[in-house]
């Protein structure tokens, strides 16, 4: 378990956020380590890099959520923060996230699955003759399918 | 020091993704969480029939 803070920046003087971060730091930190990877160039985020640089650094860096869990937990906070934001039309620069949530019916996902659960499903994909992907996508599969059958029997 | 790695990413075919998407709001919860949750629930449902 760690702590966590999501963070949203948005130029000083304006309403609309361009990025939603995730961090184990304070939020302040945070902030530092993005006006570093902006001045150094090394972060991969260019469209991000480009709002600080033409903001002249003039960022501030709002705390959305504070909360202690385990780092799916937080991930999943995290793509909720993003999905939010964009649906209420923040010009977001989130790369990675925003590929996963605008393209992500035409590309595969990937799934993080606990170790402590992995080893077990490995066993049980050996037992019959599957893959762990297989497992788990058979898994989906028949999961989806019951509760269709218990929402139309209702 | 370096955090001890706890989760191993598997990768899941897109017609499967997309199966489960078509039906999100069936589901109710994220795509990613569903495929865990349902591989979790069947790793149980196999050793109580054990």
């Not at chain 1, 499903?121 to 599969?141: L, R, T, Y």
């Amino acid at each position: 378990m760690n702590t966590y803070n999501i963070y949203a920046l948005r130029v000083t003087g304006t309403n609309s956020f361009f990025y939603v971060g995730l961090t184990m730091m304070a939020i302040e930190k945070r902030l530092c380590s993005h006006f570093h990877e902006s001045r150094s160039g090394v972060g991969s985020n260019k469209d991000k890099i480009g709002v600080i640089v033409s903001a002249e650094f003039c960022i501030d860096s709002i705390l959305i959520e504070h909360f202690t869990s385990n780092k799916r937990y937080a991930r999943e906070r995290e793509d909720y923060w993003i999905e939010c934001f964009l649906n209420d039309g923040h010009p977001l620069t989130n790369k990675v996230r925003i590929a996963e949530y605008k393209e992500s019916d035409t590309k595969k996902i990937l799934i993080d699955i606990p170790l402590m659960y992995l080893v077990d499903m490995k066993e049980a994909a050996k037992e019959s003759g599957q893959s762990v992907k297989s497992f788990i996508e058979v898994a989906a599969i028949e999961k989806v399918q019951k509760i269709k059958k218990a929402k139309s029997s209702k | 020091m370096k955090q001890k790695k706890e989760y191993e990413s598997v990768k899941i075919a897109k017609e499967v993704v997309d199966k489960v998407r078509e039906d999100k709001k069936t589901t109710g919860v994220p795509v990613s969480t569903f495929f865990y949750q349902a591989a979790v629930e069947k790793l149980k449902l196999k050793k109580v029939s054990k």
